[in-house]
């Protein structure tokens, strides 16, 4: 089974898509905002773009979940926006074994998406700001890009289908 981190912007669905997912894989889901310490948070909360220095800490903690799958022989979803290629390369660890889900969409769409999010601590007001750092993968990564435009069912379903896990139990 397979190690996938779900990526993209802040209401892109990282959560309701990697949910499914893994539902749908019978695999571990771990959400990676819970990986942020609280000072990420609050800093998120009050609408202060978060630096290079911030996230280290939090993508290694994710990278350290990825790893102890990966040592155990085991399988899991995780999501992190992963804006930046460098990002990246901290969660994979170059490894060919984990898969990014890159869920793609148009600006707009992702606004209304988090215009309509309730209970949630990522304002709508940093949006520009992830889409301004954001490094779209690169045909040397391995990833898949898939539009978070249909339902998300239809998403999962074709994230499945490129994983080519169709046929798996």
């Known amino acids: 089974?397979?190690?996938?981190?779900?990526?993209?912007?802040?209401?892109?669905?990282?959560?309701?898509?990697?949910?499914?997912?893994?539902?749908?894989?019978?695999?571990?889901?771990?959400?990676?905002?819970?990986?942020?310490?609280?000072?990420?948070?609050?800093?998120?909360?009050?609408?202060?773009?978060?630096?290079?220095?911030?996230?280290?800490p939090w993508l290694e903690r994710i990278a350290a979940e990825i790893a102890g799958w990966r040592i155990t022989g085991g399988s899991g979803i995780v999501t992190c926006s992963a804006l930046k290629r460098a990002y990246r390369q901290v969660l994979?660890?170059?490894?060919?074994?984990?898969?990014?889900?890159?869920?793609k969409g148009d600006r707009a769409v992702i606004e209304q998406r988090l215009k309509a999010r309730r209970g949630h601590f990522m304002p709508v007001t940093?949006?520009?700001?992830?889409?301004?750092?954001?490094?779209?993968?690169?045909?040397?990564?391995?990833?898949?890009a898939v539009d978070v435009g249909?339902?998300?069912?239809?998403?999962?379903?074709?994230?499945v289908r490129r994983l080519n896990l169709e046929e798996r139990p």
């Open 1 to 56: 089974m397979p190690i996938i981190v779900v990526m993209g912007v802040s209401g892109s669905g990282k959560s309701t898509i990697a949910t499914l997912l893994a539902r749908e894989l019978g695999c571990p889901f771990k959400e990676g905002d819970a990986f942020h310490p609280p000072a990420n948070v609050e800093k998120m909360k009050s609408g202060t773009p978060l630096t290079d220095e911030d996230r280290w």
């Open 92 to 103: 994979t660890g170059g490894e060919p074994d984990v898969t990014i889900v890159y869920l």
């Open 126 to 144: 940093l949006l520009d700001s992830q889409f301004a750092i954001l490094q779209e993968p690169g045909e040397d990564e391995r990833a898949i």
């Open 150 to 159: 249909p339902a998300p069912p239809a998403i999962v379903a074709e994230i």
